[in-house]
């Protein structure tokens, strides 16, 4: 009995045993558990997941971890569309905007957008600036960083799960105590099968590497022997597994396959691999390493080898580049020199998408003196999307925190996310974000599950804003911190001297404190302007008193001053005394708002260290006390020079013999000369003096009288110089000096005196001249009173000649201004009536390399145009010779590809090269087109020879050289009615069915029809077919039709037109392919797919109608290229009045009909073709004039006797 009963008690102490084991090894399971989970990293933007679109490209309020800047976001949609139609070349986008307002966000989202796979390289623009790599490396590093390479390659390899890893020994041949390593088993299963593979014993190290065990999915290359663990196989993930594994399916069908790997690379990884020692880790390696500095540049030579290798895998098809995002905070931070690299950039063939960021408005350019919006030179600006991002509001504050507390996982109450908010209106957005993980400590501190307002106090007491601490030491300058501090002066009353009257130190202290928390409330009192406003210019000078930005004295007896989104002068006025001494000088500070830059730098000024000296320094040297105002007011930038500096400036004139009259006269007239320094002065004066071999008293008699001369440069009288001798015509200044001298009587030393007379036309020196003797004060004698001067009789408008001048209103000037003019088009339109000249000789065309030059030869001296047909309005493609009285030979230049000249590639037979042409009339009226006018079709064909030259590196053999004369064949591009074998028409009407056909003569070729656009004949184009032949805009021209032959193609549409001009141009690329070497299976017919945002609507401000190609690896071969030309005109058929009606059909059929009878028409076969005989027409148009000679001579002697009755 006792012995069961020690059996059964020995059994319960077991149980027991058992019992308190499992639960222990339960709850140490649960506690290694519980600390092997990691915790995720957030960063500043793992909310962001993408830009947050309707399917319409709108933003929305709140969308993918944004909340506003709708517009900003809005934009970035349309710059991803851009992107991906493959439209972002030459550009670059700018994200202009306060701190704090998502611009990273936005540049992030753009990436996002993109795709995942798509490269995002973010940087600050202060990193170029290091002392081991030159700014350019480290610029091309990030570009490189950010343009992927994607590589597709089909590989023979072995793939499935692990099930077996024995490694086979054997004895060593060498010793009997040893083995070694002869092969590695390794059995692989797959859905099909399974099997086993012998390796080589090398694999062994690499399966312990990877550490590769039974169950892990991998594959083998058969070529290479690499081996690559690709996961975890899914049938051993259980529900226990918390490791951050990856499991993978197991592999279906054979073990031994072949499949397509895809790898995404970027430039800058290919750089650094194959910038690394290819050699063995040796001891002379290893020192090598040790040596090598920590940065090092990537030599040119090795980039130019990764890209021949980059290219050598495009062109076999098995890789392809992916352009990524070079997103480049701080923008203003950059140099011109590196501006200008990021603008070859920009402008290369293949370049990533550049955003750049600044908070910056008018800056100066790093490194230079120019200033400029932003902070970045004008040409690199003209290519920039420039997106503007705008201030959080209160309540998009408050989602933002929402946002970042539930991305944090901090659990906050809605007061203390109420707090939070109105802590980022009133300091910034980033500073109430910063107190989220703060305030959550504190509140785990206190035992609290949630954060409360109190935990958000506690933690703004502890860390405060940017703009609390700049106002708190703002006053720190002459002594330091700790001197100025009240532990100092609380340790110099306690411990040196004691006798001290502590309650006067605690006085003191007691208002700094108040006056701190007065401060404290000026700051907080400002709705986030301080942030929202862009500093307008970066002072790179130390920080002393005037240097700093101006502030509104704090005083607690009025209330603080608000500031307001503005560059006005208006909030400082009231508070500041410099701006009202300005305003008492005169100085109009309305004017100054609308300079760049002024407004900033003014406001720091001090007015007795650094107006004052100014002032009286301009008194000193001419400038009037009373014209103080005015100068200040045209040149505010003086102040930012240095008086010094401006003293040497005045003592250099006086050096060169400049009396004090003519330097005070120099700095009046031309307010930027004092800005200008000794060199650039000294500099243009002596070009001046010898580009025009003048002497001491003749450069100082000139720069007196045109001071501006100098400050305008001397490219600006170069080309004034380039005008006079090569384009001006001498006619004119000849004309108005006959009339002024010998009509009005000025005397040779009176016109050089105000040479700018001779730039006047002469019908206004008429008019005035007219009008003045009509009112009989034409007194142009210097010795007698009441004396004209050339200047005041012709310089001005009309209103201050007769208020200066005439002592008349500008009314009775313009009536007579106004009968002169109409006698003078009379007589012009009699003598214009009979245009006895006409052209002698052919023209001359002359074709350079840039240019096409026409010149033409009269019988007498040409007063008529010319023109390029369809643009006479147009000042580049025109040229008036009205003035002229002697010139007979005449010449007009356009330059290549201006003014619609049209361009055609020539292929076959003995000459290919390209062909310009262009139409030119020649017109003997200033006005009207008469019988003697003529157009000419300009023709200039530049030649290629293309030679075929086989090198061989083996031996010196003579080289070869191979012409290629294969005949291409002859391809039309005609537009027809109707069908698309219906008759070619020139003229249709809008609404009209027309078929646009392409069509070859070679049956073993096929076309492709590409890169189309149309053109009004004036330079507007608009873009039908890309590159490969999808259409841009299916609803103006849908995509392309070919036949089965490939030799014909055509499209259907309807008629339309631009909406002031009938003219219609088209021009397409037409490039052939040979059949028979299946050149044409990858190119035609192009395969053309539409997004699904293609369906949005089509009147929508963003057309989203627009072709996706798929990717096809085409390389287009530009020498079986050419381009074919049509034109149409479109008449209107819109119904003007109901009189009238539509353009008739039958005049459009008879035109068409006889299209080809009028290009073969002569000029005489039209002279009974007339409505009127030309004796009729003669005397029609003698009684018209006739009337109007009687009307107008009623009119001005009705008008003369008014004006004498008004005079008396």
Not at 53 to 62: M, S
Not at 390 to 415: D, F
Not at 973 to 982: A, E, Q
């Amino acid at each position: 009995m006792d012995t069961f009963v020690y059996r059964v008690l020995d059994c319960s102490v077991i149980l027991v045993e058992i019992v308190l084991n499992m639960l222990f090894c339960a709850i140490m399971t649960v506690d290694i558990l519980t600390t092997n989970v990691r915790t995720q990293r957030v960063a500043a933007h793992s909310h962001v997941k993408g830009l947050g679109l309707e399917t319409d490209g709108r933003a929305k309020q709140i969308g993918s971890g944004f909340v506003g800047q709708v517009e900003a976001r809005t934009a970035a949609g349309i710059i991803v569309d851009l992107v991906k139609m493959k439209r972002m070349a030459g550009r670059a986008v700018l994200l202009a905007g306060p701190p704090g307002t998502g611009k990273t966000a936005i540049a992030l989202a753009i990436a996002r957008e993109l795709g995942s796979k798509v490269p995002f390289a973010p940087m600050v623009a202060s990193e170029v600036y290091s002392m081991e790599v030159k700014k350019t490396e480290v610029l091309m590093e990030n570009i490189r960083r950010c343009i992927g390479l994607r590589v597709r390659e089909v590989k023979d390899i072995y793939e499935g799960e692990v099930t077996e890893i024995t490694p086979v020994e054997s004895d060593h041949g060498m010793s009997s105590y040893e083995t070694r390593l002869t092969n590695l088993t390794v059995g692989l299963r797959t859905t099909k099968g399974c099997t086993q593979l012998k390796l080589d014993p090398t694999l062994y190290d690499v399966f312990l590497q990877q550490r590769i065990e039974v169950g892990d999915v991998i594959y083998i290359e058969t070529n290479s022997g690499a081996v690559k663990r690709v996961g975890r196989c899914d049938v051993y993930a259980t529900e226990t597994d918390l490791e951050a594994e990856e499991f993978v399916p197991l592999p279906k069908g054979e073990i031994r396959k072949q499949k397509e790997f895809v790898q995404d690379v970027t430039l800058h990884d290919l750089d650094t691999a194959n910038a690394k020692p290819s050699g063995g880790q040796d001891v002379l390696t290893l020192m090598a390493q040790l040596i090598k500095p920590k940065k090092t540049e990537i030599t040119e030579n090795l980039r130019k080898e990764v890209n021949a290798s980059v290219n050598r895998y495009i062109e076999q098809g098995i890789a392809e580049l992916v352009p990524g995002v070079l997103f480049i905070d701080e923008a203003h931070m950059l140099d011109m020199e590196c501006f200008t690299y990021l603008h070859r950039v920009i402008e290369s063939s293949f370049s990533p998408i550049v955003i750049l960021a600044t908070n910056r408005g008018f800056s100066k350019i790093r490194g230079t003196e120019i200033v400029s919006a932003h902070g970045i030179p004008q040409d690199l600006l003209e290519r920039l999307l420039i997106v503007k991002t705008l201030p959080y509001g209160l309540q998009e504050i408050l989602e933002i925190v929402k946002i970042r507390a539930k991305a944090e996982n901090v659990n906050i109450t809605g007061e203390a996310l109420q707090s939070l908010a109105e802590i980022g209106y009133r300091a910034s957005l980033r500073y109430a974000l910063q107190l989220l993980t703060p305030s959550r400590i504190l509140s785990e501190l206190n035992g609290k599950k949630e954060v409360s307002i109190g935990d958000v106090h506690d933690s703004q007491k502890l860390f405060i804003d940017a703009k609390t601490s700049a106002a708190e030491y703002s006053g720190f300058t002459s002594e330091s911190m700790w001197q100025q501090s009240f532990l100092f002066r609380l340790f110099n009353c306690v411990v040196i001297r004691p006798r001290c009257c502590c309650s006067s130190f605690v006085k003191r202290s007691e208002e700094q404190l108040r006056e701190i928390e007065n401060r404290l409330f000026m700051v907080n009192s400002v709705e986030s302007a301080w942030e929202s406003d862009f500093p307008t210019a970066e002072i790179e000078k130390e920080d002393f008193e005037t240097n700093r930005q101006f502030l509104p004295a704090y005083n607690s007896k009025y209330k603080p001053a608000r500031y307001f989104r503005s560059y006005t002068l208006a909030p400082f006025v009231n508070d500041s005394e410099l701006l009202r001494n300005f305003v008492e000088i005169g100085v109009d500070l309305s004017k100054l708002e609308s300079r760049s830059n002024a407004v900033d730098f003014l406001v720091k000024l001090d007015w007795k260290k650094d107006v004052q000296p100014m002032l009286r320094f301009l008194v000193l040297n001419g400038i009037p006390l009373e014209e103080i105002g005015q100068y200040l007011t045209r040149n505010p930038w003086i102040f930012q020079q240095n008086l010094q500096h401006l003293t040497e400036r005045i003592g250099y004139l006086k050096s060169k013999a400049f009396t004090v009259d003519a330097i005070a006269h120099i700095i009046n007239k031309a307010r930027y000369w004092l800005n200008f320094d000794i060199q650039t002065i000294d500099s243009r004066l002596g070009w001046l003096q010898n580009n025009f071999k003048l002497t001491g008293d003749e450069v100082r008699d000139v720069v007196t009288k045109e001071p501006k001369l100098i400050t305008f440069g001397t490219g600006y009288v170069q080309r004034l110089q380039f005008t006079f001798k090569e384009e001006m015509d001498k006619s004119v200044l000849m004309k108005s000096f006959d009339y002024l001298h010998n009509v009005v009587g000025f005397s040779h030393e009176t016109i050089l005196n105000w040479p700018r007379c001779l730039r006047e036309s002469s019908y206004k020196a008429r008019a005035r001249h007219q009008f003045l003797k009509r009112l009989k004060r034409d007194q142009f004698d210097p010795q007698r009173p009441n004396y004209v001067t050339v200047e005041a009789m012709l310089s001005g408008d009309d209103g201050e000649f007769c208020a200066r001048v005439a002592k008349c209103p500008e009314a009775v000037l313009s009536t007579a201004s106004l009968i002169l003019h109409l006698l003078l088009s009379v007589t012009l339109t009699l003598a214009g009536s009979d245009v006895n000249n006409y052209l002698v000789g052919a023209p001359v065309v002359d074709c350079q390399d840039t240019s096409i030059s026409i010149t033409f030869s009269t019988a007498k001296p040409f007063t008529g145009r010319v023109y390029v047909k369809g643009l006479q309005e147009d000042d580049r493609c025109s040229r008036s010779y009205a003035g002229n009285s002697e010139q007979r030979k005449f010449t007009i230049m356009v330059n290549q590809g201006d003014c619609s000249m049209q361009r055609q590639r020539v292929s076959g037979g003995s000459l290919e090269g390209m062909m310009f042409s262009m139409v030119i009339v020649v017109s003997f009226h200033g006005t009207f087109e008469t019988m003697n006018d003529k157009a000419f079709r300009s023709v200039c064909f530049f030649r290629n020879i293309k030679r075929v030259t086989n090198f061989l590196d083996v031996s010196m053999l003579p080289t070869t050289e191979l012409m290629d004369t294969g005949k291409m064949p002859e391809c039309s591009y005609t537009i027809r009615k109707d069908s698309p074998t219906g008759p070619v028409i020139r003229y249709a009407e809008v609404g009209d069915r027309l078929f646009h056909v392409w069509e070859c003569e070679d049956d073993g070729q096929g076309l492709l029809v590409h890169s189309c656009w149309v053109s009004d004949g004036r330079g507007s184009r608009f873009e039908l077919l890309d590159i490969d032949g999808c259409a841009i805009d299916p609803v103006i021209q849908p995509d392309i039709r070919y036949e089965k032959s490939l030799t014909r193609a055509y499209v259907e549409t309807w008629a339309y037109k631009y909406s002031d001009t009938s003219v219609l141009d088209y021009q397409c690329i037409v490039e052939l392919c040979k059949k028979s070497q299946g050149e044409c299976e990858a190119m035609t017919p192009p395969r053309c797919v539409r997004s699904k945002r293609a369906s949005a609507n089509v009147g929508n401000k963003q057309l989203r109608l627009h072709a996706n190609r798929l990717r096809r690896h085409v390389v287009h071969n530009p020498d079986r290229q050419f381009d074919l030309l049509a034109d149409v005109r479109v008449m209107d058929s819109l119904v003007v009045d109901q009189e009238f009606g539509n353009v008739p059909k039958t005049m459009i059929d008879k035109l068409n009909s006889v299209n080809s009878a009028v290009r073969t028409t002569t000029a005489s076969d039209l002279g009974d073709r007339l409505c009127l005989s030309a004796p009729a027409v003669g005397f029609v148009l003698t009684l018209i004039v006739a009337l109007f000679i009687a009307a107008s001579t009623t009119s001005l002697l009705l008008f003369t006797r008014r004006i004498d009755a008004d005079l008396k």
